[in-house]
């Protein structure tokens, strides 16, 4: 089989693994899983409602690289990778850091940030447009003054572009590299030469809402940005990312998810490029051991879980309703 039609064949499989059914124990499995997630008691995101609803249709289809990406259990790797790569820049840092609840509410601040998240992915546009909205609601309370690798005092507010374009990267570079080397579904590479491209060209649309103009729109647009931000000397360590590092590390959790999280944070260190680990404080484990067997956690994970995905169903069902996909 040639790749277009591994591709093809994959984007059908997509759409019909969202429509299958959990059986009794994988059903209680994910209960559990999305109660913790979402912090829902019964374990329905309370954003599945949004999703469901609406008469219009989202920016992604299923076969689509940002749908395919985040839907997968990758994500559970590159949330991890994402915080610490936001901890790298003093001015998400600060953020974080004095006007968030990641402290007191860890799993609060979890189930916010998966809910843009989702939404966006999933949602129709008028429910991303309100969930951004939302978001930037939150925005103008962030504002402060962080120091820079040189010690100059910088005033900063959230929607400041160069610290959106920094939340945006490596948000989306964490995303998609821990695709790549920890889940099974191939990314759709649509009309761009890689499906790494398709997907960082894809996601772009995600933070107009939030005001940002300008993104990269390649994979290597988006790596150069990384870099350049690296080399300027913007990206440091102090005392306060020692702090959330070591709280990423060791977030208070179920005692049955500490050791579950454990791998995933170690399967987030050996992603990381050599220099950013160094920034972090952070030594990888053995990447031949930590791969294979975070691949295989995941590939477990979803068995046990099930394939059932209320959001995606949600979402689908809405999309079809439309007439926006075929039944």
């Not at 925005?139 to 690798?149: A, N, P, S």
């Not at 507010?157 to 821990?178: G, P, R, T």
């Not at 050791?259 to 404080?281: H, Q, T």
């Not at 294979?292 to 689908?316: K, V």
């Amino acid at each position: 089989m040639g790749v277009d039609a591994f591709e093809n064949a994959t984007d059908v499989l997509v759409t019909q693994n969202a429509l299958r059914k959990n059986n009794a124990l994988q059903e209680s499995l994910s209960k559990r899983f999305r109660r913790l997630l979402s912090g829902d008691p019964n374990g329905v995101p309370p954003w599945l409602e949004v999703i469901a609803a609406g008469d219009d249709a989202g920016f992604f289809l299923p076969t689509d690289a940002p749908w395919v990406v985040h839907a997968d259990f990758g994500t559970l790797v590159g949330g991890i990778r994402a915080l610490l790569m936001q901890a790298l820049h003093p001015g998400s840092l600060t953020g974080v850091k004095n006007h968030s609840r990641y402290e007191s509410d860890p799993l609060g601040r979890l189930a916010g940030t998966i809910r843009w998240l989702t939404v966006t992915t999933f949602g129709s546009k008028t429910a991303v447009m309100n969930e951004a909205s939302r978001v930037n609601r939150l925005h103008t309370r962030v504002t402060g003054e962080y120091t820079t690798g040189a010690g100059e005092r910088i005033p900063y507010k959230a929607a400041d572009q160069d610290l959106l374009l920094w939340v945006h990267i490596a948000f989306m570079e964490s995303f998609l590299v821990a695709h790549e080397a920890f889940a099974w579904r191939p990314i759709p590479k649509g009309s761009a030469s890689t499906g790494a491209d398709n997907y960082v060209s894809q996601w772009s649309v995600s933070v107009a809402p939030l005001g940002l103009e300008k993104v990269p729109m390649t994979r290597a647009e988006m790596d150069q940005t990384i870099m350049e931000i690296y080399h300027a000397g913007l990206l440091i360590r102090s005392e306060d990312t020692l702090q959330v590092v070591e709280f990423i590390k060791n977030p208070p959790l179920p005692g049955l998810a500490k050791p579950i999280y454990n791998l995933l944070f170690d399967a987030a260190v050996i992603s990381l490029k050599p220099e950013f680990r160094e920034l972090l404080g952070l030594k990888a484990k053995p990447r031949w051991l930590i791969r294979p067997l975070t691949r295989g956690l995941l590939r477990f994970m979803r068995t046990a879980i099930g394939p059932e995905s209320p959001i995606e169903d949600g979402a689908i069902a809405r999309l079809r309703r439309i007439g926006a996909l075929a039944n």
